[in-house]
């Protein structure tokens, strides 16, 4: 992994005193998820006259949270949940929206602003669609508004779907938890009251045996080590050329692995059977394996072009056939969840990656197509969207464009693997059960994309 130095040298005295006279940006030091943590440091405020406000407020006194329904001139928050639930026009925006800006100056570092608003697709009536539009853009335009490593994100009700309902529930945890450090600026949709809560909180994944594709290194491993950590079984997969790296990772997890190129037709199958034979069942399948071969495309050949295509998108195709053909019913069984790795370069394009967004707008597609094939088993499938990442492969990146790429966020830094494994880890589990089809950006609002 790369390691960020400025980020390091702005959080100590006289770096901070040179940076803030300078006008530099200043990034600080994430809050990130470690078990056990308490799920907000310090105080939470619940804004807004609709039913879901009071909804969230119960919910957060069930989880232990000192909850403000107003805000104290000296009270300082670790969170702000505002609820536009209840809007029919763009004149009913004000009195939250003003209220949340009243207490910005109040928010503690890596504090979380969350709206809650219903889908506007939902909605005939133009006013109606244009005010919870509104929320989306008031949303995005408060995420670049945060300091100190906060963050402003969306949970949006479709067709009906209340904020008691496990998806929403699951997603407001998410969305308030240290596990979304790195996801500002973003949607979740919750839009069918499918799923349920887990028993305990740190363990969502518990007795669940989870397939990680690409898990030798890099983002794959932080896949595995996290749902490792949330209690999942992990099946490591990867090429027989990182047979023992994938070996030392799914070792010290007490996993298995399975030493496979994810483009032999018989992929799909050879997972399955891994499953059956060593687990007895399959719950959750992770598309992390994938590769780039940029060049821009007047100087594209056919092998790069290709094979990008075939390991990014068509071995994902093939093996979900696999996964849902009805053989596959005894160890797939009901509820299966599949998440796949996207990119902001499949959302926003990137010079010589034509091959590249191709692949990961595909996967997007995928997703978006597959949704209701996997609802009808009680499933989800999702894509994450990371930005960038500090990875190997970032990390040789010459240093200037590095530096320049690593900042062009909200967060004016990197994200972590680990945070990329945060987002995969809540859409595997069945806390996000009503969330399907659907793309979430792990990119700390980079200016690359929506
Ligand atoms: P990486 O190159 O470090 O690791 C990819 C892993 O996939 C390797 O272990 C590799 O051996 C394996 N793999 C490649 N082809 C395979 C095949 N045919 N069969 C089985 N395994 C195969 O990559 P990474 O940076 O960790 O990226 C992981 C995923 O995240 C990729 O899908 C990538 O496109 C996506 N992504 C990464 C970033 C980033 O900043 N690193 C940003 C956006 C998206």
Redesign the pocket.
């Known amino acids: 992994m790369s390691t960020d130095t400025y980020t390091a040298l702005v959080n100590q005295p006289l770096g901070k005193k040179i940076a803030a006279a300078l006008g530099l940006p200043q990034p600080v030091e994430l809050r990130r998820h470690t078990p056990g943590q308490p799920l907000l440091d310090g105080l939470a405020l619940v804004l807004g006259s609709g039913p879901a406000a009071q909804q969230v407020a119960d919910q957060l006194l069930d989880w232990g949270v000192d909850v403000r329904r107003h805000a104290g001139a000296k009270d300082r928050f670790a969170a702000v949940v505002a609820c536009f639930d209840a809007v029919q026009t763009p004149a009913d925006l004000s009195d939250t929206a003003l209220e949340v800006g009243q207490v910005m100056r109040q928010l503690g570092s890596s504090a979380r602003v969350i709206t809650v608003s219903a889908d506007p697709s939902d909605a005939t009536d133009p006013a109606a669609r244009s005010a919870r539009k509104g929320v989306e853009g008031l949303t995005r335009s408060l995420a670049h508004e945060m300091r100190r490593g906060g963050t402003a994100n969306g949970l949006v009700l479709a067709g009906g779907t209340e904020m008691s309902a496990p998806g929403a529930v699951g997603a407001l945890r998410f969305l308030l938890s240290a596990r979304s450090a790195f996801v500002s600026g973003q949607f979740l949709t919750v839009g069918t009251s499918e799923g349920a809560l887990p028993q305990d909180w740190d363990r969502p994944l518990a007795g669940k045996v989870a397939v990680v ?9 932080a896949i595995a080590r996290t749902l490792h950590r949330d209690g999942a079984t992990v099946v490591g ?3 027989p ?2 047979g023992e ?2 070996a030392a990772v799914v070792n010290s997890i007490h996993g298995t692995s399975l030493q ?4 032999a037709p018989d992929a799909g199958a050879r997972i399955l059977e891994h499953c059956r034979t060593r687990h007895g069942r399959m719950d959750l399948v992770v598309h ?5 071969r940029d060049k821009m495309l007047a100087n594209m050949d056919a092998a790069r072009w290709d094979s990008v295509i075939a ?2 998108i068509e ?1 994902q195709l093939a093996m979900n056939q696999a996964f849902l053909a009805d053989q596959a019913r005894d160890v797939v069984g009901d509820h299966l969840r599949i998440v796949s ?5 499949g959302i926003a394009g990137n010079r010589g990656q034509t091959n ?1 967004a191709a692949s ?1 707008a595909g996967v997007i597609g995928m997703a978006s197509a597959s949704a209701e094939l996997l609802a009808e088993r009680g499933g989800t499938i999702n894509a994450v ?5 500090e ?4 990390g040789k990146m010459p240093f200037l464009t590095r530096e320049v790429a690593r900042r062009m966020n909200s967060l004016s830094q990197g994200g972590r ?1 680990v945070d ?1 494994a945060e987002a995969i880890s809540f859409l595997g589990s069945d806390a996000a059960g009503g969330t399907n089809g659907t793309v979430l950006r792990v990119c700390g609002q980079g200016i690359m994309g929506a």
């Open positions: 594709t690409g898990a030798a290194r890099g983002i794959g491993e997969v990867d090429v050329a990182a790296q994938l496979l190129d994810i483009t992390n394996a994938g590769i780039t390991v990014n071995s790795l996207a990119s902001t370069s590249y990961k969207a990371p930005g960038f990442i990875t190997e492969m970032t693997p990329v």
